[in-house]
């Protein structure tokens, strides 16, 4: 189903002009209430009255998160403080927290676009909905959790870790969809596997999964591990939170971005220019009609690409592809840019490896040394201990040697980068318990 039709469906030329009315009047409230914008604007000699629609976008400043800490935690509010009903914040690697505010309209926002993103991913109401993201300042939780009541779900309000009652909840209570991050929906289907609970004896049907950069090899594994259809959610709190866009069900080839409300670019890295639809860049996000903390030309970060037309489920929202990696964890080894997410999708082509892994990045003799740690898969580990029972040591050696060629070959043909592959006996990568997973460690010095 398609929670707002008239909204998600409409002709792209009508949208372009509301899009239009509201970059006008965002712009116009900015200028008068946030002094960082008024100063930024006057910089740029641009006057409130001179943006006449989505044409003069790219003459508006770009935000940076930087801008948000600068201003930590409520100077960038367009709303006085008390108009303000919740706050979330996002963990800082750097410290300080990046906080975000909501007016009840902003609320009200943020729970209908997770209602349209669970449609999208094939929710309907009466359905029930177990959703695993972590409740607290962490978006993905409560705007989930108010998506799916504004649908008309049942919703179950589990929250992140405890693996074992999550899996009790699931075979009990019988959800419909479940939301969670795509590597504790690897966790959980560890699970299963490691219990004997059979795919087709899960209620589970649909699945959206978000938080983090995630591959269509994992796609598959989650797709057969839980038996379900699995889509992107993608979101960040500075925007809303999750709900900013959504992969639909049908197509699965790209997240409908809700553009009526957030209108989505895609700039060059570097030079900051803008790429033509279907090429590579930084996504940069206006927030149209938020309240509390609007945004001009959001610096995202994440590396994505947009493509329109017409969609087989129905609707006209622009698609962006699955987040490749972000400009800041992107490594450069060598001087070849890689994102750790490229490296995940060539070892899910490996069908003797469980997706886990762990990238470690070192100098050695000034030069960069990406080590690619990769998990055995289960059945495969056995088979080498069978092997090693049976004395045949040097059998089994020669098969993991062959292995690790095999990957080394896969990886630098793919990449174009030589790295070193070390197998890890089934359970030694790290794992997810529901928040966000870092698999890289970066032992380079600091310049
Ligand atoms: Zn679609």
């Known amino acids: 189903m398609i929670f707002e039709p008239e909204l998600e469906c409409m002709d792209v030329e009508a949208r372009r002009a509301v899009q239009g009315e509201r970059l006008r009047a965002l712009v116009a409230r900015v200028a008068e209430r946030v002094p960082l914008y008024r100063e930024r604007l006057a910089a740029s000699h641009v006057k409130a009255g001179d943006i006449r629609g989505l044409g003069d976008l790219t003459r508006l400043p770009l935000t940076r998160k930087t801008d948000l800490r600068d201003t930590y935690p409520f100077g960038m509010l367009a709303v006085p403080r008390r108009d303000c009903i919740r706050v979330h914040a996002s963990s800082g690697t750097t410290g300080r927290p990046t906080v975000v505010a909501y007016t009840t309209a902003d609320t009200d926002l943020f729970a209908r676009v997770c209602a349209r993103s669970l449609a999208m991913a094939g929710a309907e109401p009466g359905m029930m909905l177990h959703n695993a993201y972590g409740y607290g300042l962490f978006t993905g939780g409560l705007g989930i959790h108010y998506g799916g009541e504004r649908l008309g779900m049942t919703v179950v309000p589990v929250s992140g870790g405890m693996t074992e009652r999550q899996l009790l909840l699931i075979q009990d209570l019988k959800p419909d969809v479940i939301t969670c991050t795509p590597s504790y929906a690897l966790t959980l289907v560890a699970e299963c596997e490691k219990r004997g609970i059979a795919p087709d004896a899960l209620s589970l049907r649909y699945a959206l999964h978000g938080a983090e950069p995630w591959t269509d090899g994992m796609r598959v594994q989650i797709d057969r591990g839980l038996g379900v259809r699995c889509t992107n959610i993608y979101g960040l709190s500075e925007i809303i939170g999750p709900g900013v866009s959504n992969e639909c069900v049908e197509a699965r080839d790209g997240s409908h971005v809700m553009e009526d409300h957030f209108y989505p670019e895609i700039l060059h890295p570097e030079t900051g220019e803008p790429v033509p639809d279907g090429g590579e860049g930084v996504l940069v996000i206006t927030t149209l009609t938020k309240e509390a903390l609007p945004l001009l030309r959001y610096w995202t970060g994440d590396i994505t690409s947009l493509t329109r037309g017409t969609c087989a489920c129905g609707r006209t929202l622009v698609k962006m592809a699955l987040i490749k990696g972000r400009t800041d964890d992107m490594l450069i080894i060598r001087g070849v840019n890689v994102y750790p997410s490229q490296v995940e999708s060539v070892l899910a082509r490996v069908e003797e490896l469980a997706p886990h892994y762990r990238l470690v ?61 070390t197998l890890l006996p089934p359970g030694g990568a790290p794992r997810s318990e529901g928040g966000k997973l870092n698999r890289v460690t970066d032992e380079r010095p600091r310049a």
């Not at 070192?362 to 040394?369: C, Q, V």
């Open 361 to 421: 990045v070192t100098r050695e003799k000034n030069l960069d040394a990406l080590e690619v740690q990769a998990e055995l898969a289960g059945p495969f580990a056995r088979e080498i201990v069978r092997e090693t029972l049976s004395e045949e040591i040097v059998e089994a050696d020669h098969q993991l040697r062959a292995l690790r060629g095999r990957i080394t070959k896969l990886l630098h043909d793919t990449i174009g980068v030589s790295m070193r592959v």
